[in-house]
């Protein structure tokens, strides 16, 4: 076996290393292409369509006359609290580092930093403060259909007041913000509850032990996404589900569960917040609600009424499998959230909706007429003409149409596969005859027709075929 050979100059002493090992070493590992489970690489079509759905709740926002909000991606880990979505998972639901000897952690979502923010400036906002946020959230959880670690959320919040109002009229706004995009009455529907059904359930059931009471609002919170027969596993000794991942339930017994499932039938709501803001519902003529005492929510800081979008079409997965989608968004009340602070009484209530959830599920149910702009290519031929290329660039973009001078290398045949590639509407020829007759040959991509055209009469006639 071959060696390296041992150096001992200057007191110094290397090993020896079989030379197969180090060409091996210096092997240079290639990256993986794919992404970690839960995140996407999102393309023009849905980004249109999310943009087109922002736009959107931006019109309905300032209608509605709230403010608009951004806060920072990563806040101090105790400024968002223990209301973690998913704390039986590693990091308890989040992303998280340590920075200077305190941890910070990539927010899960926006309600949490918005009561630091009300906190930190309480005595400049206006009370009540009406703020709206789009922002992106990530969740240390596990993923599924239309579930990811990283994505982008729409809020909206009414801080400081306990008038229903606020809570019906988020109901409201997020009903014409997905009519909007293009949903019917018949395609969603706002469920209501109130966490005043829980707490008296609790009482029934003489559970007092907060960390009980935790797992029991999530795991009930799982019932529209895994089933009545599966949530009841996590009510009792705990679920292991396809990937063999075991999450631990709340030990309830047969009888617990029975009345936990009795109680969830309850058909007519009985206390007070719920049947005001249905009162409140009837004023505004809004219908397309449902009191549904199985709507829970899993986080633990809400302390009223309660709200979750759930869509009534059927929502396929990319291998055209029917899935359980779960709901698009909610939200509730939650009056003590800003107080966790300081001394600071400030109610508050908001909703939410997973953008990206939603467009998930409206690229299924409606076909968008939303047009990519793709620009019109201008050939070369001589590398030697590129102040008369620039010149029409400038012509064109002048006139708000987009174009580009062709950025790659290569000769007609391959500038001809990139137009096509990028679906140009069309491109344009300009040599030594066309510079002769102040004309261009413009060849329409969708036909293959060719015509010559005036430089003057240019614009005129791509605006025909864009």
Do not use: H
Request: proline content about 4%; hydrophobic content about 35%; charged content about 30%.
């Amino acid at each position: 076996m071959v060696r390296a050979a041992v150096c001992g100059t200057e007191g110094r002493q290397f090993e020896s290393v079989p030379v197969y090992q180090k060409m091996k070493k210096e092997k240079k590992l290639k990256p993986p292409k794919e992404l970690p489970s839960g995140f996407e690489d999102r393309q023009q079509k849905e980004l249109l369509i999310r943009d087109f759905v922002i736009s959107n709740i931006k019109e309905v926002m300032i209608n509605y006359g709230f403010q608009y909000l951004e806060t920072p991606s990563f806040e101090y880990t105790e400024s968002i609290g223990k209301f973690l979505p998913d704390k039986d998972r590693p990091g308890e639901g989040v992303f998280s580092f340590k920075d200077e000897n305190r941890w910070l952690s990539l927010r899960y979502d926006l309600t949490a930093p918005l009561a630091r923010y009300v906190a930190k400036n309480f005595n400049e906002i206006p009370k009540p403060f009406k703020r709206y946020q789009l922002g992106t959230v990530w969740r240390n959880e596990k993923p599924g259909p239309g579930r990811y670690r990283e994505f982008l959320q729409f809020d909206a919040d009414y801080v400081g007041t306990k008038n229903l109002q606020a809570d019906a009229e988020l109901c409201i706004l997020i009903s014409e913000i997905l009519e909007r995009c293009g949903l019917n009455k018949d395609d969603y529907t706002v469920k209501i509850s109130s966490r005043k059904f829980t707490d008296k359930l609790f009482e029934k059931l003489k559970i007092k032990s907060k960390e009980q009471i935790s797992i029991i609002l999530r795991a009930l919170d799982k019932i529209d996404r895994l089933g009545w027969n599966e949530a009841q596993k996590l009510l009792s000794i705990g679920r292991k589900d396809k990937s063999g991942d075991y999450t631990k339930g709340a030990n309830l017994n047969k009888n617990q569960i029975k009345i936990i499932e009795e109680a969830l039938k309850s058909k007519s709501p009985d206390s007070e917040d719920i049947l005001e803001i249905i009162k409140i519902f009837k004023d505004y003529d809004f219908k397309n609600y449902k009191f549904d005492p199985s709507v829970i929510r899993g986080l633990e800081y809400y302390t009223g009424p309660i709200f979750e979008v759930n869509l009534n079409f059927d929502v396929k997965n990319l291998k055209g499998q029917k899935i359980q989608f779960g709901s698009i968004g909610g939200g509730g009340r939650y009056d003590n959230l800003v107080s966790n602070f300081g001394n600071l009484d400030s109610p508050a209530t908001g909703i939410s909706i997973g953008l990206d959830r939603l467009v998930f599920a409206l690229m299924q149910k409606k076909d968008f007429k939303i047009k990519a702009t793709q620009p019109v290519v201008i050939c070369v031929f001589d590398q030697n003409k590129t102040k008369q290329y620039v010149d029409i660039l400038k012509k064109l973009r002048s006139s708000n149409i987009s174009s580009e001078i062709y950025p790659g290398e290569g000769k007609l045949k391959k500038q001809m596969e990139y137009a096509n590639k990028i679906e140009s509407p069309c491109v344009i020829f300009y040599g030594d005859d066309e510079e002769k007759k102040s004309e261009v040959k413009l060849r329409n991509l969708k036909t293959g027709e060719e015509s010559s055209v005036k430089i003057d009469n240019l614009i005129d006639e791509i605006k025909k075929l864009i």
